[in-house]
Structure formats: structure tokens, C-alpha cells
């Protein structure tokens, strides 16, 4: 895509964006669109998705040494699952950072910041979505 596009696109969602908060505030369901809860939706969703991503590299795993088929084709699928694991992976430290910030202008207090972001890194190591 070419940047005029994409640059275009951002400001469509931008524009949908800020109607769907208009909206929110409305009914008075706001709070459930805030910066921060919709961070914690999207890193959600992208933490299953990587859950996704590891659950099918131990299945080409599995179908490789045990049931012996066709390993050219089976590293092929590999490499592609590598390269989405290591891509999810990126932006689930990216979106460590943004929280962090987030976090860190909405309460100043440092000590909350700390706990909050090493309760989150618990929760996403030990797989409690």
C-alpha cells in the first residue's frame, strides 16, 4: 500500500474512533472505552492469538517426528508460524510499553505503576487471560 492510503486509512479509523466515543458517552458505557481498557482488550486478543500461534508450532512439531509426513512441506509451515510468533511477540512488548506509559500518566504514584505492570507480566507468563 502506498502511504497516501494508508495515511488515509488512519484517518477514517480515527474518525470511527472518536464517533464510537461520542456514542459511548452517550449511552454512559465510556468508561469501557477508555485508552487504557482498550489497550487491555487488544493486548488480550493478542495474547491468545500467540497462545494460537505456539499450540499449532507443537502440532507441526508433533506431525513432524511422530507421524513422519512430508517434513520439506511441514518446515515451510514453520518458518512462516515463526515469523507470525516473532511478529505477536514484537507487539506484545510493544504494547507492554504503551500500558506502561499509560499507566504511568494515569497515576503518578510509581509504586502502583510497578505492581500494576508486574501483575500484568504474571497474568501473560502464566497463560491467566
Request: glycine letters at 4%; hydrophobic letters at 40%; proline letters at 2%.
Amino acid at each position: 500500500m502506498s502511504n497516501k492510503k494508508v495515511k488515509a486509512q488512519m484517518r477514517i479509523f480515527k474518525e470511527l474512533e472518536d464517533q464510537l466515543l461520542i456514542q459511548a458517552e452517550r449511552v454512559g458505557v465510556r468508561e469501557d472505552y477508555s485508552p487504557m481498557h482498550m489497550r487491555e482488550v487488544e493486548s488480550d486478543a493478542l495474547q491468545k492469538h500467540l497462545i494460537a500461534f505456539y499450540q499449532e508450532r507443537l502440532n507441526l512439531e508433533y506431525e513432524m517426528q511422530m507421524l513422519g509426513t512430508d517434513k520439506k512441506e511441514v518446515l515451510i509451515k514453520l518458518e512462516r508460524l515463526e515469523v507470525y510468533i516473532s511478529r505477536a511477540e514484537r507487539m506484545a512488548q510493544m504494547y507492554e510499553k504503551e500500558m506502561a506509559k499509560l499507566l504511568e500518566r494515569l497515576t503518578p504514584e510509581k509504586e502502583k505503576v510497578e505492581k500494576a505492570i508486574a501483575a500484568r507480566s504474571v497474568a501473560v507468563i502464566g497463560g491467566v487471560n
